[in-house]
């Protein structure tokens, strides 16, 4: 098959998302009091409802149908007053009931949108949108609803290849799941590369997490995506048939998985084929998209109110209610980052996606200038980012301690010690609980700033080396590496390496 690149300058790809995201930070299901626990052993939280015995009534969960309107707020949805919830047929073992109790065609949350900012020179093939000075732009992804529903149970199949249904000796269900809280945001088809949908469903993960609403954890299934993607000729207008990518778990396999329907799509079509609607699975194993069944119409489902759940009539206080909960966003908290502490947008952006990391740098930057905020931020993007995804741990972790990240920030910003050594006491405060300062003073790790000591060895070196200074005066620039490593030479490594290359420059400049 053609490169994706290759694809794309004939075809035009378009992308539309089912985003389902659990409500985990609840701590009872949709419409029953069954708790909700990841992990627990297989079937014990269970009731009438969730299994959906004969005579057992749903009531709607008050805290769920709050987080929903929270998501709907966060992207810029309008809140429907009046809505309702539908029985969808559903027959497959994984529901008891038979039917998925859903919204109809009017949710909870509908018309809204986000904008996506995408970018860099080369880092997509949009055409349609003009883009800024450094290749990137901005597109507006418009959100048909956001609708409630409950989860499914949990089928675990034995025997088969890479845990699916094909070929399986026998297949266990666990029912724990089912009656989960479960939103589902619903894109238009307006993304139109893998990279877009990689990024918008990396934005919405850190809303959902600013608000609190789930773990949004996607190996543990909490977070999770179809895609809808179709192809069409460059120009055109009239879309495409479309295939869905079901159940995907990460957003490595959202990309290639897009990537490889796209071009197999453009494969089928290019050798005069038809595509089918669809629904597929994207095995990362093999890289590639296998038919799971012929994709269902609307009318495949019978949707019809749920006879044992009034409609629901939300009244302006309880919306507003709601509202006032919202927290600082992602997008809104980056600004405010960049504004208050001089981050360059990459930083505060990478820090802001991140509610744990944004409070820790909040905590060890306050009351300090520019410079050192600039060193708390890098420590947390890089070092401690390294180091929570190494321990398998959260910038939350007890022994990450602001007040010692700010430390290190400072003797950091004012050249005590460098970046090495930045590493080094860094390591000590984490592994060993060190206090930075005493490790620091310790092992003499003071960076030496002594200009007069400095220049004296540069003047040193210039004499005992007059052919290499000529040289680089000739247009050797290079050398200049020499001379600044024969003084960090001379001082054991604890001179200041900025300081020497600006006085190493100077002199050899003349």
């Known amino acids: 098959m053609k490169e994706l690149t290759e694809v794309l300058k004939d075809w035009e790809a378009v992308i539309g998302l089912e985003v389902h995201a659990e409500l985990t930070t609840l701590n009872t299901k949709m419409f029953c009091s069954c708790p909700i626990e990841f992990g627990a052993e297989p079937n014990t939280h269970t009731c009438p409802v969730c299994l959906g015995m004969p005579g057992a009534l749903p009531v709607p969960n008050k805290a769920a149908i709050e987080s929903i309107l929270l998501a709907g707020f966060a992207t810029n949805c309008d809140i429907e007053k009046h809505t309702m919830f539908y029985r969808k047929g559903y027959f497959y073992p994984d529901m008891a009931k038979n039917f998925q109790t859903t919204q109809g065609p009017k949710a909870f949350c509908m018309r809204g949108h986000l904008d996506l900012e995408v970018g860099g020179k080369g880092a997509t093939e949009r055409v349609d949108i003009e883009k800024d000075?450094?290749?990137?732009?901005?597109?507006?992804?418009?959100?048909?609803?956001?609708?409630?529903?409950?989860?499914?149970?949990?089928?675990?199949?034995?025997?088969?290849?890479?845990?699916?249904?094909?070929?399986?000796?026998?297949?266990?269900?666990?029912?724990?799941?089912?009656?989960?809280p479960l939103i589902e945001l619903v894109t238009e088809p307006d993304l139109r590369t893998p990279e877009e949908a990689r990024l918008f469903m990396q934005k919405l993960r850190q809303i959902y997490l600013a608000l609190g609403i789930s773990d949004c954890s996607m190996e543990e299934g909490s977070l999770r995506a179809d895609g809808n993607v179709s192809l069409r000729p460059r120009g055109s207008k009239e879309l495409g048939v479309k295939t869905e990518l079901k159940n995907i778990n990460s957003f490595k396999n959202l990309h290639d998985g897009l990537a490889y329907e796209i071009r197999r799509q453009a494969e089928v079509l290019e050798s005069g084929g038809v595509i089918r609607q669809e629904t597929r699975h994207w095995e990362p194993g093999a890289k590639r998209t296998i038919v799971m069944r012929v994709k269902e119409t609307a009318d495949d489902y019978r949707m019809f109110p749920d006879p044992d759940l009034a409609p629901f009539d939300l009244s302006d206080e309880f919306i507003e209610n709601v509202r006032v909960k919202l927290p600082e966003l992602p997008d809104a908290k980056r600004a405010r980052f960049m504004a208050e502490y001089g981050l360059p947008k990459y930083d505060a952006g990478e820090i802001a996606g991140d509610a744990l990391a944004a409070a820790l740098f909040e905590e060890a930057a306050q009351g300090v200038d520019a410079a050192v905020a600039k060193k708390v931020a890098n420590l947390v993007i890089n070092d401690l980012s390294a180091w929570v995804n190494a321990n398998s741990s959260s910038f939350a972790d007890e022994r990450i301690q602001p007040t010692s990240i700010a430390t290190i920030a400072v003797l950091l910003a004012d050249d005590t010690i460098s970046s090495k050594q930045g590493k080094e006491v860094l390591a000590a405060v984490l592994d060993e609980g060190a206090d930075p300062k005493e490790y620091v003073e310790a092992h003499g790790m003071q960076q030496t700033t002594d200009t007069g000591a400095i220049e004296a060895m540069v003047d040193e070196l210039m004499t005992a080396n007059p052919d290499k200074v000529e040289a680089y005066r000739g247009g050797k620039k290079g050398l200049q590496g020499f001379f600044m490593g024969q003084v960090m030479k001379q001082m054991g490594g604890q001179g200041n390496p900025k300081l020497i290359s600006q006085i190493v420059t100077e002199k050899l400049e003349g």
């Open 133 to 180: 000075v450094d290749g990137g732009y901005v597109a507006h992804v418009g959100i048909t609803r956001i609708h409630m529903e409950e989860d499914a149970g949990k089928m675990t199949h034995l025997g088969g290849a890479e845990g699916r249904i094909d070929g399986a000796e026998r297949s266990l269900v666990d029912y724990n799941r089912a009656g989960t």
